[in-house]
């Protein structure tokens, strides 16, 4: 059993950044994969970015160049730094986690979940 928790989110202005952070619980951190998606109002969860136990990371191309994924796995938290945001960017935010092969950009691949944190982008 894993829980996670996050935090980070606020309001900024466009152009601006936030870092999100997700604290992990249990001593297998290490072990899983952990991927970042968000889902806006009336919106379906989408895919943000992922990084593998081994190191491996991905983005979604809307945000690659501007968010950054990175895990401490000593201190078991992954964070988002996020920059240049855009009101598009405006969402709650969910880290989650998972043990799986391949790609994580589906949401099924993921067997715990965070409760969210909001973040918003002002233009």
């Known amino acids: 059993q894993v829980q996670l928790v996050e935090s980070g989110g606020g309001l900024v202005q466009a152009g601006g950044s936030l870092r999100l952070s997700c604290a992990a619980s249990?001593?297998?951190?290490?072990?899983?994969?952990m991927g970042w998606f968000r889902q806006a109002p009336g919106k379906e969860r989408e895919f943000v970015s992922f990084?593998?136990?081994?190191?491996?990371?991905d983005y979604v191309g809307s945000v690659k160049g501007r968010f950054t994924i990175s895990r401490d796995n000593a201190q078991n938290t992954m964070y988002l730094q996020m920059n240049s945001l855009k009101p598009e960017d405006t969402a709650v935010y969910y880290c989650?986690?998972?043990?799986?092969?391949?790609?994580?950009?589906?949401?099924?691949?993921?067997?715990?979940w965070g409760q969210g944190t909001q973040v918003t982008v002002s233009s």
């Open positions: 249990g001593r297998t951190f290490g072990s899983y994969s």
């Open positions: 990084i593998k136990w081994d190191g491996f990371r």
């Open positions: 989650a986690a998972g043990r799986f092969n391949g790609y994580g950009s589906r949401w099924s691949a993921y067997d715990y």
